[in-house]
């Protein structure tokens, strides 16, 4: 009988490690469009996600001590908060807000960098990622950096300095899916810092895919917030990041155009001439 290969014996896999630190989930989720604190808590949990952003523009961590604040169902000493500039449009407001967020969570300096172009796509402004990024890795910031899929961009912002790249699937609540995986492809087998899909997921389905081309994580919110059932959705899609990394790690058999026998034809007791 053929020898097999066991849990024991698979060959360990690398961790995800970002500032230092090193994490056993790769999905990373939001905290954004539930209905409530205790319904954003059991999705989170739910999820089994150890980092969750925070979009502090639009977020209540202390700010308004007058109301109800996230840290109250997602503590820090149980989770890695990341703050997000989400709803900055230019260098010059993100890194205000990631300046806002270190004073708030007593000196943080692990954020994610977000620079949007416009309303209506939520697209990265490369110019003024670029310009944030430069701003705040210089004042000691570690910075996980939300881009476009452009391998150019990717690696200049690498070799700035940030700790994560962070390319859209497609668009920032749309649902589409990974759009251009050759270049997120592109951008895995180039870097040297961890890759994460950030934005576009819909469906588990797509979180697995981004797995299997090698990310070493998924952000993802509305995904989850948006779904009929938010905290099934989390489970859901904690299960394909794992099921993906693992198919990723296993290796897909190559595509064929014809047909192939699970079998050997060859032998058989009723083999055709």
């Not at 150890?50 to 149980?78: C, F, H, M, Y």
């Not at 920032?172 to 895995?188: A, D, E, H, K, Q």
């Amino acid at each position: 009988m053929p020898m097999t290969q066991t849990d024991a014996t698979l060959p360990a896999d690398r961790p995800l490690i970002l500032a230092g630190r090193t994490y056993h989930s790769r999905l990373l989720v939001g905290t954004g469009k539930y209905q409530d604190l205790t319904q954003t808590a059991e999705a989170v949990a739910a999820s089994g996600a150890e980092i969750v952003t925070v979009a502090i523009r639009r977020t209540n961590i202390g700010q308004d001590p007058k109301a109800p604040s996230l840290l109250e169902v997602i503590p820090p000493e149980r989770y890695t908060l990341l703050p997000n500039t989400a709803g900055c449009f230019d260098a010059e407001s993100a890194v205000r807000t990631c300046r806002l967020a270190r004073e708030l969570l007593g000196d943080h300096r692990l954020v994610k960098l977000e620079v949007l172009g416009d309303e209506k796509t939520l697209y990265p402004n490369v110019r003024e990622t670029l310009k944030a990024a430069e701003i705040l890795i210089r004042e000691g910031f570690e910075v996980m950096v939300y881009t476009s899929d452009d391998p150019i961009v990717a690696r200049d912002l690498e070799a700035m300095g940030c700790i994560a790249i962070m390319p859209l699937g497609s668009l920032i609540g749309s649902g589409m899916g990974i759009v251009n995986p050759w270049n997120i492809l592109t951008l895995v087998e180039q870097a040297k810092v961890p890759v994460l899909v950030d934005a576009g997921v819909g469906t588990a389905s797509d979180a697995a895919f981004a797995m299997e081309l090698g990310c070493d994580g998924v952000l993802m919110n509305t995904a989850i917030a948006g779904a009929r059932q938010p905290v099934r959705m989390a489970r859901a899609m904690a299960l394909a990041v794992e099921a993906g990394r693992e198919a990723f790690l296993a290796g897909r058999i190559p595509r064929k155009r014809y047909a192939s026998a699970s079998s050997p034809l060859d032998g058989q007791l009723f083999s055709r001439p």
